[in-house]
């Protein structure tokens, strides 16, 4: 989905970067729109498909972010400047030597009144650390001590740093001091999951029936691949400042249809655009963009011939002029991409960002590219074998990848084919390696080039790209158990440099967030993880 500096630089770059979405204010009355009456203001948002599942530890897309943030609150929630602040928490307390966090609990409840406990957040944060779970961001847990030694079986459940003093009392303690641990705190894979409920009923997240949160609003309906239905949760902690009284998501996939939906009055926004419909949307002025943390890339599956070669991959990277690709197929506005980590993350050295120092790393060029590919066995695209991309639906994948695979054909001479795959079945494919050259997107997670880097160490749950570097294992490792800013940043530079020369990825660009919602929509946090927050929003 998404992912460190000094906390004054935090604040600076989420000071930037955040965003509080307002409108320039008209009244509307749609049937999945607004009305003013203050009992019944309800509002409707497209976050993508159905979701894989809403089970907060074993969730890792954008479209379930969203949903999960309306339904669950962990410990901090981010505010309009993409700051944790204190959530269920009544106080956060973190130890002079930044290990220890004493987390102290509010009287709060799950939305079917079972009270909220430390212990439902230990289980959690266990299960998602379970090895039999295989949840693809268990690595957000492996700041806290012993939780990868758990999560790879060399260490017990009861080794790892969570310890429940009282009902109300949580202790964490750390592998190392990490400066934005807070921000983890307010992400999904930390949700609590009520732990009665989850025993009670196995499949609980599948459901409206069985399904219990503790966030803002609870699901009354869920109607699969069709729309969900969420009201306010009356036993949230504060629900005096939760205004809407039902939030509908609309789970279309496909971008156009939300579009018309959007246009005709049923839908009050959604973030999934085509090219034609953002052109269009920008000269009217319907158009919104936020910054977003994000890069658009391909992945390579390394245990496949030829992929298994970098210089094949570094062939297919260079091949393409993405420039074009921006100004003719995605025409969002976005930046191309020559590395991974996207800009406006702060480095060490104060004023200066991560990208600006790295730098690029490769440059477009069709000759070195046929060069490589000769030197690989494969001269003019000769003996190639016939690959597939593959791309999710929910979404205009589909062009790019025809753009990509007429670019490699006229400029590498080889063929490539398409498939297109709904978003749970792609994911399933891209986690199995399942396939040749797929389609990917990555949002940070919070403000540091570590949301982006420790995806692809070796067997992390998020690679799924079949490769592994050591030296690279070596230099997140060293990032990630050094408070000194200079030492994370430069290993992290380090590691970024063998991850674009061993190029089991293909940087295409940096992202923009661009969606619609009407202007009497209000209070609506736009976070450059590419999250909507809806706690406090309300319809003019």
């Known amino acids: 989905m998404r992912k460190n500096r000094g906390i004054a630089a935090v604040i600076a770059i989420t000071l930037m970067l955040g965003l509080v979405l ?89 939305s079917n009144g079972d009270p909220l406990t430390a212990s439902d957040f230990k289980a959690s944060w266990l299960h998602a650390l379970d090895p039999a779970a295989a949840a693809e961001y268990a690595y957000q847990l492996f700041y806290i001590k012993n939780a990868e030694a758990y999560n790879s079986k060399k260490a017990k459940a009861e080794d790892v740093g969570i310890n429940v003093v009282d009902p109300k009392t949580l202790e964490i303690t750390l592998e190392a001091p990490c400066p934005y641990f807070k921000s ?167 004023g200066k960002d991560f990208r600006s120092v790295g730098g690029d790393f490769f440059k477009e060029d069709v000759a070195k590219a046929k060069q490589l590919l000769a030197e690989a066995g494969y001269p003019d695209g000769k003996n190639f074998p016939t690959l597939t991309i593959l791309y999710n639906t929910n979404g205009t994948h589909q062009l790019p990848a025809q753009a990509i695979q007429d670019y490699w054909q006229k400029n590498l001479g080889i063929t490539v084919k398409l498939q297109g795959q709904e978003w749970a079945v792609y994911q399933q494919s891209m986690q199995g390696l399942q396939y040749d050259i797929v389609r990917a997107g990555w949002l940070g997670d919070y403000i540091d080039p570590m949301t982006f880097l420790d995806m692809f160490v070796t067997n992390g749950g998020n690679n799924q790209t079949g490769w592994s570097n050591a030296a690279y294992d070596k230099d997140i490792d060293t990032a990630k158990n050094s408070a000194d800013q200079t030492v994370r940043m430069q290993a992290m530079h380090d590691a970024e440099k063998i991850l674009m020369t061993e190029m089991p990825i293909m940087p295409i660009y940096f992202y923009v967030n661009n969606y619609v919602l009407k202007d009497n929509i209000k209070g609506v946090l736009v976070l450059p993880q590419g999250f909507f927050d809806f706690k406090n929003a309300t319809v003019q």
């Open 22 to 110: 307002t409108g320039c204010g008209s009244a509307g009355n749609s049937s999945g729109g607004g009305t003013s009456a203050a009992k019944e203001m309800k509002m409707s948002f497209a976050p993508g498909g159905e979701p894989k599942t809403l089970d907060p530890q074993m969730s890792n897309g954008v479209p379930e972010a969203i949903m999960e943030m309306a339904l669950f609150e962990g410990i901090m929630r981010l505010d309009k400047d993409n700051v944790p602040q204190l959530a269920v928490a009544d106080s956060v307390e973190v130890s002079p030597d930044g290990l220890k966090y004493t987390v102290k609990l509010k009287d709060s409840k799950f």
């Open 184 to 350: 983890l705190l307010a992400f999904p894979t930390y949700f609590p999951v009520d732990q009665k409920n989850v025993k009670a009923n196995g499949n609980w997240n599948t459901e409206a029936a069985t399904f219990v949160s503790n966030g803002p609003f609870m699901m009354k309906s869920w109607s699969h691949n069709d729309k969900m239905v969420l009201v306010k949760n009356p036993n949230y902690y504060d629900v005096a400042n939760v205004k809407l009284s039902e939030l509908d998501f609309n789970l279309v996939e496909d971008g156009k249809a939300a579009t018309t939906a959007f246009e005709a009055g049923q839908l009050d926004g959604h973030d999934n655009l085509v090219p034609e419909d953002i052109v269009r949307f920008k000269k009217d002025g319907t158009l919104k963009q936020a910054p977003q943390l994000g890069t658009y890339f391909y992945r390579f599956n390394t245990t496949r011939k030829p992929l298994n070669d970098p210089r094949v991959r570094q062939a297919l990277t260079i091949a393409l002029n993405r420039q074009d690709l921006i100004d003719n197929v995605f025409k969002g506005g976005q930046t191309p991409a020559f590395a991974y980590v996207p800009g406006a993350i702060p480095d060490a050295t104060p």
